[in-house]
Nanobody, 123 residues
């Protein structure tokens, strides 16, 4: 089973950038598609982005597609989320998870969640 630790969150002004990392343990990391999700206060957890196990294919939620980039380094067992042009509505706790598929509609989380990393964007 893959265990996950997210990092890289913080406080940033609107228009700024952050790079999130998700370090995974377990030899099977490279076998899984991986996704980023977020949960804002009072809201349900939602899909943000996903990447195939090879790293060649990605998908994004519409509101982040032109601003965020998901990538992975299987040699380091790490998946990244580069977030640019951040907006106050991006404020949330961000989580990574192994997913069933990199395709947005089928990016169903499987296995356990990490603790997440807080991203706060001020206006």
């Amino acid at each position: 089973q893959v265990q996950l630790v997210e990092s890289g969150g913080g406080y940033v002004q609107a228009g700024g950038s952050l790079r999130l990392s998700c370090a995974a343990s377990g030899r099977t990391f490279s076998s899984y598609a991986m996704g980023w999700f977020r949960q804002a206060p009072g809201k349900e957890r939602e899909f943000v982005a996903a990447v195939s196990w090879t790293g060649d294919s990605t998908s994004y939620e519409d509101s982040v597609e032109d601003r965020f980039t998901i990538s992975r380094d299987n040699a380091k067992n790490t998946v990244y989320l580069q977030m640019n042009s951040l907006k106050p509505e991006d404020t949330a706790v961000y989580y990574c998870a192994a997913v069933r598929s990199f395709r947005q509609g089928d990016a169903i989380p499987i296995g356990s969640w990490g603790r997440g990393t807080q991203v706060t964007v001020s206006s």
